[in-house]
Every structure is written in structure tokens, then in C-alpha cells.
């Protein structure tokens, strides 16, 4: 069909010469043809991504040799650049198609662009008259289809594709305004397209100021109804602007679109620390938390691909600030010389808002007709920092209150663990979802369920409960200065407030009362200071002194198993003085993949065994595609964790053990859900039944899975209670 077409447009321009490269452009668009295919039939299920990323990629290196071919000899022609370029545009839509499925439906205007311009034309002829030649234009062409594809192929991390994707659409727009541009400057255009291009902007800035006060700050939220609402801030912007003069309304228009723009930013904030941690970005406390995000970012995706990230969300969100104080102004200006119709139209959306909001109208669940979004929003803030400000003050008074527990003579500290080797272990993320209501938790609480059973058999015995954690979805350091120092440690100012005090700690008690204390985490690169000059810790471990010589698995530098068989080496040999140890284990930290498997104890070595595994397991990019992968992959990353801790109190079999194991938090938002609660899993694990006794009065439950209802402690009372039931 494509060559009957090709050889009626032939003859039709009387065009019968020889045209050496007319095989290879018919050649691509036989490839497009099959890439269409590929894609349509593939709808609904998995995507052939290596068969659709080849023939994309030959069909793209032809595109560049079929233009050589015409140019050496002498051939080109304008029927041949025209099904050159139609077949470029329908391969960049079918591309736009399949990388949509997993990056969202606005990839489509990649693909959809070059459509758009042609019902354009028709609608305005002016737009469809030919433009000259542009090199530039063929780069930003190559560029849709490299970028597509490469995004397809699921190669690189998903930010980073998100980022490439944003930057060809991005080149493209440049393009094709640059020939807009050109078009409106003809003289017989040049009037219709400045009127065409000014009802435009007026247009997008009623749009975008519209947009941005009825915008939502949660990602939930983000549906086409929470738009079609009435938002009373923009009626009274523009009611204030009419009864003002000149000057003073366009003051009051670009101080407002700043605060706009600002308080815009603040909704694109709130909804990542929504979907992170579970709560709205606080102006007062959160900039400290900036820095510790992207030093987990760079251990994720590579310091040159987070700088790029972070660069160009800085522009993004810079750029953003100044569209919206752009608009505002221009709204402002257009209602102010349009006074009378203006004046009639916020009168009537007064009263219909008034209406709406006396009924108590919604378009959809949270989302009222009569909206006050972005006020509302003004005053939370402002109520949040007050309540920051409030609660920081609170918690310095606790900080240099005087603490009992340090008054405890040495001779009374932990008597009753007196050579015993306790290990306080965090597992990455185990939160309540893991075990309770979720798609994953059946296959975790079968893995709970089994090693309770394994170590029953052993002689251990274990109980468990719920703990309520300071954070969620990630900034696990304040779960682990909670429960050692028994203050709620909730943000990185405390944090930083509480490490620069000499506060007593579970790790100094246990050193005063002569247990060797280790610090071992291996997501720390380098020397930890607040390990030496807070906790005190004897010693610590972190990737680079721990001999590890196997593979990266995304965040975790090394697998659980590893971490514990090294820790074993070098603190549990026969012999040994009693040890208390704090151990991080991330191999369930997010992204949740690439994800390790058990290997035999005894063939753990250097780690050199693990190097095949990263390859055998799901790579982020393939996993991050769906929310139910994520969630699924996040189960099996507990399942490991916790498959390899009681695996190694098996294996070690010291009757002297006591273990602690617990979440220091629940998982981000894609996985525990939107409003999830802050519940963490807490168990203790031991073989002399005489600290199983000790701790009854916690009313824990017996095993490794907690009922829903088991006992629920503040993570900040730990320290307290442990102390008062060990002590002597």
C-alpha cells in the first residue's frame, strides 16, 4: 500500500526520473508499519520492547542513509522528502504511543505535534504554507525518535527518562514556534497572527491562572475535576484590580502572581513529600532535608544524572513562578480594559460561587465546586511554621531537661543482659502494610509465619507489636535517634539539635556497662561523625570497610546477608566480649530492585557470588512501569530482609543472642497507600527464656507477625522501657 501510494504521487507530480533512495524510504516505512503493529497488538498487555526498539532503531539509521543516498546522486526531490518526512512523523506517533503507556498520556504530544500543525493549517491557511529548509529541524526530529526509543528500551533510570523526554518535547516546541514565528511575519499573516497569537496567550493565562488556584496538593487529587471548579481567589484578584488605578492594580498583579507562583511551588512540594513521607512540606523545617534527598538520589541513579535532575527541576519550578506572575498580570490587564463585562462576570461567578458553597456542592470526594484551595493552603502554611516554631521550642526544653536514665548508676545498667550479644536491627522500610491489608502482605506473613516456626524448633522464642514511627517513606536516621535517645525526633532540625548534645543513648548505656559497641552501616559511605561524637559506638562499618567485593543492587551497596555474614566475621568470633550493635539493613530500601537472593552461609565469601544476581532480577526501570510492580517488589525486598535475619540467628546459633528487629518506617505512598498511618513492625528474638520473661509486661504477642491487636508503643518510649526491664 505505502509503494501505491508512493508511485501515484509520482506520477501525479510527473515525476518519472530514477530515485535510487525510494527503496529505503519505502523500507521505512514498511518498519513503521510493523512498529504500529507491534504496538496495537500488543494493547492491553507486555509490550515487545525488543523488537519494537530494533526496528525503530534501523528504521531511524535509515533515515539518515536514505537522504545520503538521495543527495550523492543527485535525486532529491520534493515528493521524496515529503513521504521522507510523513513517515518520520508517523513513526515518532506510534513511539509517542508505546512510551505513553508507562510515562504518562502527555508523551503523546511528541507524536501528536506534527498532526496538530496540519489541522491547524486548516483551520488558519496562514500556518500551512511551507517554511524554508532548517538543519535544526531534522536534529530535533532525529532527537523525538532517539529519545523515544531509548525510553522505550527501559535503559535508563525512570527520572532520568521522565528528564529526557521533558527536554525533546521541550526542543520541539522551540521548533515548531520557530516556524510559527517565521509564518507570522509574512506581511499578509502577520496582522491575523498577532491577533490569532494575543487571544492565545490571553487564552493559556486565564488557563494557567485558573489551573494553579484550583490545583490540588496531593497526587490523588490530581483529576480533571479538581480543575473544573470555581476558585474565589482569582475572583477577588481580578474584583480588586477593576476598582483600582493603573498603577496600583499592576503592583498588586505581579506581587500576587509571585505569591501565586510561590504558593505553586509550595502544592509541587506537597505533593512529593505527600507521596514520600506522608505529610505537606513545612516551610520552617523541611530545607534541611533537601540535602540528605539527593545524597539518596545519587545513590540511586548516579551523581551526574541527579545534578541533571535537580538543575533542571530548579528551572522547572523557576520558570513556573515567572509563567504564573506572567499570567496573573495579563489577566489583570485584559479584565481592566474590558471593565464592564469583567465587572458582570465576576459578579455572576460571586454568586454561583456563594451558591455552590452554601449547598455544600462537590464535582467529586474533597473536591468542592466553590473552591479555596489555594487559600487554604496559604493559611496551612502559616499555621504549620507557627506550630513548627512551637514544637522546636518544646523539644529543646526536653533536650536539656535533666534525664533520669543517665543518672543510673553503671553497676544497675543491663544487668540482666550481662553477656548476652544484642543487635538492634532496622529493616529498611518494614512497616504495618507489610503484614496487614495490602496485596503483599500475605506473602510476608507466610515468611513471618515459617520463621517463627524455624526458630521455635531452635529453642528461640519471639514476640512482637507495632511501633509508631517519627517519620515515613524515607529519613530513617530519625527513627534510629528515637528509639536510642527517647525523644520523638520528627524532623532533620531536631535531629541536628539533638546530635550536638550529649544526650544518653541505648548505645552509651550499653557501653558503660562494658559491652563493645558497633555501628554497622553499610549505606554510610565514609566516616560517619555522629557515630563517634553522639552514639559513641566503639566502632563502626560502612561500605568501604567492610570488604565487600560483589555488585551494587541499586541503592543497597551490598546485599542483608553479606552485612550479617561480615559483622559475624569480624564481631562474633569464639571468644568474643559481649557486643551490642545497631545494623542497618537496606536491601529493602527503595527502589526496591534490583533484588538479591540467599545463597549458602558458608559460600557468602568476599561477596564475589552475588555477582550474576543483578542481572537475573528486574531492573527500576521495568519494575517502576506499574504501581502494582512496585508494591509487589517491595514485598519480595521484606520477604529477603527478614528470610535473611532469622536464616542467620539459625545459622549462628548463640544461645546468648538477643536480637531486636524493626521498621523504622512505613514505605513511600506508592506502596502503603495515600493517609497510611506511621506503624512500624517491632520483635524481639531470643533463646534464654529468662529475657522472654523479662519482657511479658510489654504485653507483646507471641511470634514474628504481630495480630492487629498487638500492643502499639511510641517509638520514642522504647529506651525508657528497655532500660527499666534490663537494669538491675
Not at 520534493?78 to 498520556?105: C, K, N
Not at 517519627?470 to 539533638?498: C, E, M
Not at 561500605?543 to 559483622?567: E, I, K, V
Not at 543472642?657 to 513511600?668: C, S, Y
Request: net charge neutral; glycine share 8%.
Amino acid at each position: 500500500m505505502i509503494a501505491v501510494v508512493f508511485a501515484v504521487a509520482r506520477l501525479h507530480a510527473n515525476d518519472r526520473g530514477r530515485h535510487p533512495a525510494d527503496p529505503l524510504t519505502l523500507f521505512r516505512g514498511v518498519l513503521a508499519a510493523d512498529v504500529a503493529a507491534l504496538v496495537a497488538s500488543s494493547w492491553g498487555g507486555a509490550l515487545p520492547v525488543t523488537a519494537i526498539v530494533t526496528l525503530a532503531s534501523v528504521a531511524l539509521s535509515l533515515d539518515w542513509v536514505d537522504g545520503q543516498v538521495a543527495r550523492r546522486t543527485g535525486t532529491t526531490s520534493a515528493i521524496g522528502a515529503l513521504f521522507d518526512q510523513e513517515i518520520d512523523a508517523f513513526l515518532i506517533l506510534v513511539l509517542s504511543v508505546a512510551a505513553s503507556r508507562d510515562f504518562g498520556s502527555w508523551v503523546l504530544l511528541i507524536g501528536a505535534a506534527r498532526y496538530l500543525m496540519l489541522v491547524a493549517g486548516w483551520l488558519a491557511p496562514w500556518l500551512a504554507v511551507p517554511v524554508p529548509p532548517r538543519y535544526w529541524g531534522k536534529v530535533v526530529a532525529a532527537v523525538q525518535g532517539i529519545t523515544l526509543t531509548v525510553v522505550i528500551s527501559g535503559v535508563l533510570p525512570r527520572l532520568v527518562s521522565y528528564l529526557a523526554i521533558a527536554v525533546a518535547l521541550a526542543l520541539l516546541v522551540e521548533s515548531f514556534v520557530h516556524n510559527i514565528v517565521w509564518l507570522a511575519r509574512r506581511p499578509d499573516a502577520r496582522d491575523r497572527a498577532e491577533r490569532l497569537s494575543r487571544r492565545i496567550v490571553t487564552t493559556l493565562a486565564f488557563v494557567v491562572v485558573w489551573a494553579v488556584l484550583v490545583a490540588p496538593d496531593r497526587l490523588e487529587r490530581l483529576t480533571p475535576a479538581w480543575f473544573i471548579r470555581i476558585p474565589i481567589e482569582g475572583l477577588i484578584l481580578v474584583a480588586v484590580g477593576l476598582v483600582l488605578p493603573s498603577r496600583p492594580r499592576q503592583v498588586l498583579a505581579w506581587l500576587a502572581g509571585v505569591l501565586l507562583g510561590l504558593l505553586t511551588v509550595i502544592k509541587v512540594l506537597d505533593v512529593g513529600f505527600y507521596e514520600e513521607l506522608g505529610r505537606p512540606f513545612n516551610p520552617v523545617l523541611d530545607w534541611g532535608n533537601f540535602g540528605p534527598a539527593l545524597g539518596v538520589l545519587q545513590d540511586t541513579i548516579g551523581r551526574l544524572w541527579s545534578d541533571l535532575l535537580v538543575v533542571l527541576l530548579v528551572l522547572v519550578l523557576l520558570a513556573a513562578v515567572v509563567a504564573v506572575a506572567v499570567s496573573v498580570t495579563r489577566v489583570s490587564a485584559v479584565t481592566a480594559r474590558r471593565r464592564s463585562a469583567s465587572v458582570r462576570g465576576v459578579a455572576a461567578l460571586v454568586l454561583v460561587w456563594g451558591i455552590f458553597a452554601g449547598v455544600g456542592a462537590h464535582i467529586a470526594p474533597d473536591a468542592p465546586v466553590a473552591s479555596s484551595t489555594t487559600a487554604g493552603l496559604a493559611v496551612a502554611q502559616a499555621n504549620d511554621a507557627e506550630q513548627a516554631v512551637r514544637d522546636q521550642a518544646r523539644f529543646d526544653n526536653l533536650l536539656h531537661a535533666r534525664d533520669p536514665q543517665a543518672k543510673i548508676r553503671t553497676s544497675r545498667l543491663l544487668t540482666k543482659l550481662r553477656g548476652k550479644d544484642v543487635v538492634i536491627a532496622f529493616v529498611e522500610s518494614y512497616g504495618q502494610v507489610a503484614v496487614q491489608d495490602t496485596s503483599f502482605s500475605p506473602g510476608v506473613d507466610a515468611v513471618l509465619q515459617a520463621d517463627t516456626d524455624a526458630l521455635g524448633k531452635a529453642g528461640w522464642t519471639s514476640e512482637s507489636a507495632f511501633v509508631n514511627s517519627p517519620t515515613f517513606g524515607g529519613i530513617s536516621w530519625l527513627a534510629h535517634s528515637t528509639l536510642q535517645s527517647g525523644l520523638w525526633v520528627d524532623n532533620q532540625q531536631k535531629y541536628n539539635r539533638l546530635v550536638d548534645t550529649n544526650r544518653f543513648t541505648l548505645s552509651d548505656a550499653f557501653k558503660q556497662a562494658g559491652w563493645h559497641t558497633v555501628a554497622d552501616v553499610p549505606s554510610n559511605i565514609g566516616y560517619w561523625p555522629q557515630g563517634k561524637t553522639f552514639y559513641h559506638f566503639d566502632e563502626q562499618f560502612d561500605r568501604t570497610h567492610m570488604g565487600y567485593h560483589g555488585p551494587r543492587f541499586s541503592y543497597a551497596s551490598m546485599p542483608d546477608q553479606y552485612t550479617l555474614a561480615q559483622f559475624q566475621r569480624s564481631e562474633l568470633q569464639p571468644g568474643h566480649p559481649p557486643v551490642m550493635a545497631e545494623i542497618d539493613l537496606v536491601s529493602s530500601h527503595t527502589p526496591w530492585t534490583p533484588l538479591p537472593s540467599m545463597v549458602p552461609w558458608s559460600d557468602v565469601g568476599d561477596g564475589s557470588i552475588y555477582d550474576g544476581q543483578p542481572a537475573q532480577s528486574r531492573s527500576a526501570g521495568d519494575v517502576w512501569r506499574s504501581a502494582s510492580s512496585v508494591r509487589a517488589m517491595y514485598g519480595q525486598s521484606i520477604q529477603y530482609s527478614l528470610t535473611a535475619l532469622t536464616s542467620w540467628v539459625l545459622q549462628l546459633n548463640d544461645p546468648n543472642l538477643v536480637l531486636v528487629l524493626l521498621g523504622d518506617h512505613q514505605p513511600a505512598t506508592t506502596v502503603s497507600g495515600p493517609g497510611a498511618n506511621h506503624l512500624a513492625v517491632m520483635s524481639i528474638v531470643a533463646c534464654d527464656p529468662q529475657v522472654l520473661g523479662d519482657v511479658r509486661a510489654w504485653n507483646w504477642s507471641p511470634g514474628l507477625l504481630p495480630p492487629r491487636t498487638a500492643s502499639t508503643w511510641q517509638m520514642d518510649e522504647f529506651r525508657d522501657r528497655f532500660l527499666s526491664t534490663f537494669d538491675g
